[in-house]
């Protein structure tokens, strides 16, 4: 079994926290369009929350690896 590396680990949740927040970011550009409905908008919150509360675990699980 191959040993575990903590400095690998944190290094790949910063790429998927990366990931997470240009996802976010691309949900938030289409919230900015001028016709967006409040269905779609309601969508849209749905899913940035979603995005941030799966950053919040990643964010979670570095803090762990440096205690």
Do not use: C, W, Y
Not at 6 to 26: C, M, N, Q
Not at 32 to 47: A, P
Not at 54 to 62: K, S
């Amino acid at each position: 079994m191959d040993e575990f590396e903590p400095i690998k680990a944190r290094s790949g949740l910063f790429a998927l926290i990366t990931a997470g927040l240009e996802d976010a970011h691309e949900l938030a550009v289409q919230g900015q369009r001028t016709k967006v409905d409040r269905s779609e908008v309601l969508k849209i919150l749905e899913r940035i929350v979603d995005q941030t509360n799966q950053i919040e675990i990643l964010l979670m699980a570095i803090g762990a690896l440096e205690e």
